[in-house]
């Protein structure tokens, strides 16, 4: 006896809200507290992947979901989700063109040489990954001195702007099926919910906000073997967006600002083509809000592969879109897997029921068995 | 990027109910089409809420939908008012709806969120209950694919379900299903009726209060309207049984605490169950509980 369930909740909760302050705040004295502008600029590939996978654009507000729930980003973009749940969608955007993004990075595999050039801009891809010691003990002096000493000896004029898209050389030389230009209406994830079959557009707004590592794990099936998509990176870019939205008064597009992100296009080998015309290359999209090359890269490639399950049928789970989209999105997974370590003990009491009941029937037919056995 | 940017003062305020006024309204029509089709998992966009998905979202989104400042709402979570979630979901519900009164009374509350539990006095038609949902599909357990399920449901096949039961009773002569038992609802669609034991699914059938069902994650709606049919999928020859609190002597456990005997109880291992004999048993509904205590205390002072 004494044992009561959970009694005294509210008290509980509080004293764990406590437990974490503490914890945020166990450097003591010490400490300096994390200004969001640090966090933002610092960990901007850690601020970027919340801000993808959180659906917002708003970096401040990333950043601060960050230092709120410690790092962990699984909750710092559920913060950032549930956010975005209080304020009302205002209009839809028209299309916006990427052609126009001004670039900080741009790569292609698939040619030598792209017009415009390989621009490769920030990246880890081509460092050691070697503990650079000297970042330890980093030095405020030496932290500013390196910031005012990028591109300082380049002429702005020297520096390119936009650039013009791969896969336009591509499609002008017939390899790449032509742009369907009827104008469709793209489908709002936050305002349907997903009923299958769902158009490609709901699948790519799905992924657009997916996690990260979810996307890449079932991306990284199909390369493995479990799918057919064998891409080539036609072109990866990341850059600033220029946002264009109509004018609240004459209706005109007008830039309301810019946005960062990542944008990745896969070519995939040519299939037969069922309607008539030649067979050309096929195509996989993924674009995401930050600078997040990996997700991007494996929503190509899932893009790819959803189409042909859409279109034929899965044969792979990569291929079927309730399997992917629906497996994909770090707030619903996250919560679900966290939701087991709430009481369930009225359900287990029914489960014991069950087990209790057919275990006395199972006792009482073997006994049944043995009585008659002898006879 | 503007380095200077700092966050605006208004930033964090919400409004009335958390939610945005169209996503209240977008779900204040899904629970009509829930309400006109009975059983039927209407789906909707629904949003994230600050707290888990799993948590109680689908139903925290009714709630909040629905909820005026004139209601009187009670949360409760495995049929306690003071399990740390139904805390959790009180606090938020009181911080973004001021003027909402909360209760832990049963026939005091307008609006009942729960989890895992319908409670034992029965509802009134003024009373609105709902349920948190965490697989709103019984068909889940026979076919993976909500593209199939639609069309099941749709043709109101459930023979798949059958089937399941049948080879329960084959195997293990006793259908093993202990909670969220499929119910077939106004005579067509069958529902999961959320994960409550199966001795609350006969609190279903003709339930005089409005019994909305709402899962956040699987962003679904439904509906067991006032005074409709529901009824527990069985065969002819298998009745439906509900959970078993007989002791060894074949006497109804009572609770420990008020002592009655026609309420769902939660098994309590006690410090000393090496044997497995320190067990006691107490009512899962908490207000039910307090209630007896109460009515059987003014009986004794009456008698007195």
């Known amino acids: 006896m004494g044992y009561v369930a959970i009694r005294g909740g509210g008290r509980a909760i509080e004293g764990s809200h406590a437990a974490v302050e503490n914890l945020r705040t166990a450097e003591g004295e010490s ?37 709120q729930m410690q790092g962990d980003t699984l909750e710092a973009a559920f913060a950032l989700r549930a956010y975005r749940s209080t304020k009302p969608r205002l209009l839809e955007t028209p299309l916006q063109d ?6 900080i990075r741009r790569i292609s595999s698939a040619f030598k040489e792209i017009p415009g050039g390989q621009m490769l801009g920030p990246t880890f891809d081509y460092a050691l990954r070697l503990m650079r010691l000297d970042l330890a003990n980093e030095s405020p002096e030496a932290f500013r001195k390196v910031a005012g000493s990028f591109l300082q000896n380049a002429a702005v004029e020297d520096l390119p702007d936009s650039f013009p898209k ?33 158009p490609r557009s709901a699948a790519l707004a799905t992924m657009a906000r997916a996690e990260t590592g979810s996307l890449l794990a079932i991306a990284y099936s199909n390369m493995r ?6 891409p080539t990176i036609a072109e990866l870019r990341v850059g600033y967006l220029p946002v264009m939205l109509p004018h609240p008064v004459t209706g005109e597009l007008t830039e309301a600002g810019e946005v960062l992100m990542t944008e990745c296009e896969v070519v995939a080998m040519y299939e037969g083509n069922a309607n008539d015309g030649p067979p050309v290359f096929t195509l996989g999209y993924g674009a995401c809000f930050g600078h997040n090359e990996v997700k991007a890269i494996s929503m190509a490639i899932l893009d790819r592969a959803l189409q042909k399950g859409m279109r034929d049928g899965p044969a792979n789970p990569s291929e ?33 029921d069950r087990l209790r009941t057919t275990q006395k029937k199972n006792l009482a037919s073997q006994t049944t068995t043995a009585t008659r056995a002898p006879a | 990027m503007n380095s200077e940017y700092e966050l605006p003062q208004d930033e964090a305020a919400y409004s009335f109910g958390f939610l945005d006024e169209y996503a209240k309204r977008e779900i204040r029509r899904c629970v009509l089409k829930a309400i006109s089709i009975p059983g039927y998992q209407t789906p909707y966009a629904s949003r994230e809420m600050p707290m888990g998905r799993g948590f109680g979202t689908g139903g925290l989104q ?31 519900i009181e911080q973004t709806c001021p003027s909402v009164d909360s209760t832990e009374r049963t026939a005091e509350a307008t ?42 449901h749709g043709e109101g096949d459930y023979s798949r379900l059958l089937t399941k039961l049948y080879e329960d009773i084959v195997q293990f002569k006793e259908i093993t299903i202990s909670h969220r ?29 409005l019994v909305l069902l709402g899962a956040g994650r699987e962003k679904k709606i439904y509906a067991v309207p006032p005074y409709c049919n529901a009824e527990p999928l069985v065969f002819d020859d298998v009745p439906f049984r509900t959970e078993d609190f007989t002791d060894a002597k074949g006497q109804r456990r009572a609770c420990h605490r008020c002592g009655a005997t026609n309420s769902f109880l939660d098994e309590i291992i006690g410090d000393d169950d090496a044997q497995g004999l320190d067990k006691t048993w107490q009512c899962s509904d908490a207000d039910f509980c307090r209630g007896q205590r109460e009515s059987s205390r003014v009986m004794a002072a009456q008698l007195a």
């Open chain 1, 31 to 67: 400490g300096t507290p994390l200004s969001l502008a640090s966090i933002e600029h610092q960990l901007r590939l850690l601020t970027s992947r919340i801000l993808s996978e959180g659906g917002l654009y708003h970096p401040r507000l990333a950043a601060l979901a960050l230092k």
């Open chain 1, 98 to 103: 990427t052609s126009k993004m001004r670039l």
């Open chain 1, 166 to 198: 791969v896969l336009d050389a591509l499609r002008n030389e017939g390899l790449l099926p032509p742009l369907n230009t009827t104008a469709r209406q793209a489908f709002d994830i936050t305002r349907e919910p997903l009923v299958f079959p769902v």
């Open chain 1, 225 to 230: 073997g479990y799918g057919d998509v064998h």
């Open chain 1, 320 to 352: 079927d879109p309730e399997f992917v989209l629906l497996h994909v999105d770090g707030v619903d997974s996250m919560g679900f897997a966290s939701h087991y370590k709430m009481p369930h003990y009225v359900t287990f009491q029914s489960d014991m």
């Open chain 2, 62 to 92: 009714l709630t909040l939908a629905l909820i005026g400042p004139a209601d009187t709402v009670k949360v409760i979570d495995q049929g306690a008012d003071d399990s740390v979630n139904a805390v959790s979901l009180r606090k938020f």
């Open chain 2, 111 to 152: 609006l009942i969120q729960s989890r895992h539990r319908i409670p034992e006095l029965p509802l009134e038609e003024a009373q609105v209950l709902v349920l948190q949902v965490p697989y709103p599909d019984a068909l889940v357990v026979v076919e993976p694919s909500e593209a199939r399920r639609k069309i099941m």
């Open chain 2, 181 to 209: 038992y499929p119910t077939r609802i106004n005579g067509h669609y069958v529902i999961d009726p959320s994960p409550i034991p199966r001795y609350d699914v006969p609190q279903l059938h003709h339930s005089k209060a």
